[in-house]
C-alpha cells in the first residue's frame, strides 16, 4: 500500500479546520493525496492551513463558512463542487462546545452547542450526500465525554455529540446502500481546546491523564489525522456506522 498516494483523486471537507483536531485531519489527508477544502470561521487560520499544505506539494482551498448558518454550509458546498469539480470525504470536526453544570448553563450555550454540533452536522451531510453518492465517506466528531466517570459540567457538551453519534449510525444505515459510509471518532488530542482546559483545571486534569492506559492525549495530525485517512480509504471499505475512540485506551463503548 502506498501511503503517499492512498487518497489520490480525492477531494474532502473539513470544518473546523483552521487549528487543532480539524487542521490535523486537512493535513493527514492531504498528506496522503486528497484535495482538501478546509472550512472555518477565521480567514487567516484556514489560510495557514492551506499554506501548511502547499508547502508539502498538496492542493487546498480555504472556504470560510458558519457551520450554525444553513445558507454558509450551502455556499460552502457550492464553493467546493466549483473549485475541485466533486467530492467524496466530508469531516464534520466545527463544533462551539457548551461545557458548564446545568444550572449554570444558559439557552443560549446549549442553542449554539446543539446548532453547530448535531444540526450542522446533519444539514452538511444532507448537502453533500448528492456529492457523496457512488464512493463517499462521512468521519463525524463525537466525544466520549458522555463515559465519563464524572459528568457534572459536561452534561450538555456529551448530550450534543451522542446526538451526533446517532446521526452518524441512521446515515450509515440509510445511504449504505448509496455506497456512501459513515463513521464516528471520539478523539483525545493535543488541540489548543484541550491544552486550554489542563491548564484550568490541572488537577481534574492529572485525574484524566491518569485514567488514560497511554498516559497522554493524541497529537491532532499523527494519532488523529492519519486515522482519519485510513478510514476514508478502500482499506476500511467495510467498516460503517461505528464510533471508534481514539483515546488511548480510555473509554469502553460496550
Not at 484550568?200 to 489525522?225: L, M
Request: glycine share 12%.
Amino acid at each position: 500500500m502506498n501511503m503517499d498516494t492512498l487518497l489520490k483523486g480525492k477531494v474532502a471537507l473539513v470544518t473546523g479546520a483552521g487549528q487543532g483536531v480539524g487542521q490535523g485531519i486537512a493535513l493527514a489527508l492531504a498528506t496522503v493525496g486528497a484535495r482538501v477544502a478546509v472550512s472555518g470561521r477565521t480567514r487567516e487560520k484556514l489560510d495557514a492551513t492551506v499554506e501548511l499544505i502547499q508547502q508539502r506539494g498538496g492542493e487546498a482551498i480555504a472556504v470560510v463558512c458558519d457551520v450554525k448558518s444553513p445558507e454558509s454550509l450551502g455556499h460552502s458546498v457550492d464553493a467546493v463542487i466549483d473549485a475541485f469539480g466533486g467530492l467524496n470525504i466530508l469531516v464534520n470536526n466545527a463544533q462551539e462546545v457548551p461545557l458548564g453544570k446545568l444550572l449554570d448553563l444558559t439557552d443560549e450555550a446549549v442553542t449554539a452547542g446543539w446548532e453547530s454540533g448535531p444540526m450542522a452536522t446533519l444539514r452538511l451531510m444532507k448537502l453533500c450526500y448528492p456529492h457523496l453518492k457512488g464512493d463517499g465517506v462521512i468521519i463525524n466528531l463525537g466525544s466520549s465525554a458522555a463515559k465519563r466517570w464524572d459528568m457534572a459540567g459536561y452534561g450538555a457538551y456529551a448530550a450534543s455529540k451522542e446526538a451526533i453519534r446517532s446521526l452518524t449510525r441512521a446515515a450509515a444505515c440509510e445511504w449504505g446502500p448509496d455506497n456512501i459510509r459513515a463513521n464516528a471518532i471520539l478523539p483525545h488530542a493535543l488541540s489548543p481546546g484541550m491544552a486550554w482546559w489542563v491548564d484550568n483545571n490541572p488537577a481534574e486534569a492529572e485525574e484524566f491523564f491518569s485514567q488514560i492506559p497511554q498516559r497522554r492525549v493524541g497529537d491532532c495530525e499523527q494519532d488523529i489525522g492519519r486515522f482519519v485517512a485510513l478510514l476514508c480509504s478502500e482499506g476500511a471499505g467495510y467498516v460503517n456506522g461505528q464510533s471508534i475512540a481514539l483515546d488511548g485506551g480510555q473509554a469502553f463503548l460496550g
